[in-house]
């Protein structure tokens, strides 16, 4: 008669094969379940990525849509740059306004030029204010708002900051307004309003902003004085609050920076345009390459691009 005892169960060496084999299933699904879990974190980041960098895309789509004129790097262009009191100093950080070409298409800047910019300024039009007699005819002007938008370093990471300028007055409109008595008057109400600066577009460089005084005169704006400019607090640094970036240099992954420049010198970052046209009538090329740390800390990136045509 065969021992019960010996059929019973399981021997030793079979529990030993089978706690090994749960063991190497358990630490297979928690491997799975950990990059299913990274994967979704990088998904996540990707998408926060991508919507913001498309809503910062949109605003800069606005700045351009609404604006009287684009500015390039040409001498007149760089002049009224200067005019404006940002409080930083963009030729210092290494920032650069597009050169207009008209190649017809937009390509790699030759080797010894700089086309590729990565400032853009605009004179956007802003609200028009009204002047005249209280019963009788008014009159409203036109303002401008000059926007310069351009990376700069924030607290180690590239991030754009966003600069707006005080009302500045259309001078045409107030070079021909009226008699001389109503061109005084409405001086006096404009200045009463805030609007303290007059732009002439067409005028030499050094000779285009004026000063309206209390008395109600247009003079030219002293040497030396700028116009007054402020960081737009609600649109400025946008990605720093969001713990992201504009993209590095010298990366050689799926969205390499600068793609059209050559990197020389200090050009900083994922953020470069180009403008091709005639002085009445561009083409702007925007692209912009944005990156996070997704909470496994890999990177993520996302690149915009916009083609947007401007008037001036």
């Known amino acids: 008669m065969k021992d019960r005892s010996s059929q019973a169960g399981f021997s ?63 001498a007149a262009d760089l002049q009224t740059l200067a005019a404006l009191d940002l409080g930083v100093d963009l030729i210092a950080s290494g920032c650069r306004l597009p050169k207009l070409t008209s190649n017809g298409a937009f390509e790699p800047d030759p080797p010894g030029l700089q086309e590729t ?11 028009k204010l009204e002047v005249g007699e ?15 938008t351009a990376p700069i370093a924030n607290d180690g990471s590239l991030d754009l900051r966003r600069f707006v300028s005080e009302p500045v007055l259309d001078y ?10 109503q061109r ?25 902003f004026h000063v309206v005084t209390e008395r109600g005169d247009l003079e030219p704006m002293p040497a030396g004085k700028r116009i007054p400019c402020s960081e737009d607090g609600a649109w400025s640094r946008p990605f720093s609050t969001r713990r992201m970036r504009v993209a590095a240099n010298g990366d050689a992954n799926k ?23 005639a002085q009445q009538g561009k083409l702007l ?28």
């Open 117 to 127: 910019g990565n400032v853009l300024f605009v004179a956007r039009r802003g609200e």
């Open 184 to 208: 005084r008057d409405a001086l006096q109400s404009l200045h009463e309003q805030g609007a303290t600066y007059a732009w002439d577009p067409t005028a030499l460089p050094g000779s285009a």
């Open 255 to 277: 969205h390499p920076t600068p793609l059209y420049a050559r990197p020389v010198g200090a050009f900083p970052g994922g953020f470069e345009l180009k403008l091709d046209g």
């Open 12 to 74: 030793s060496i079979e529990l030993i094969c089978v706690a090994a084999v749960m063991s190497i299933l358990m630490i297979m699904v928690a491997e799975s379940m950990r990059t299913l879990a990274g994967v979704r974190g990088e998904q996540r980041a990707g998408f926060q990525l991508g919507d913001v960098s498309d809503r910062v895309a949109r605003k800069l789509t606005s700045d351009v849509e609404f604006a009287s004129r684009v500015f390039s790097s040409d």
């Open 285 to 312: 090329l925007l692209r912009m390459v944005v990156e996070a740390d997704s909470p496994q800390g890999r990177s993520v990136r996302a690149e915009i691009r916009r083609l947007l045509p401007t008037q001036g």
């Open 134 to 148: 209280e019963d009788g005819p008014t009159t409203r002007v036109q303002t401008y708002e000059f926007c310069v």
């Open 172 to 181: 045409a409109a107030l070079a021909d307004f009226g008699s001389e008595e």
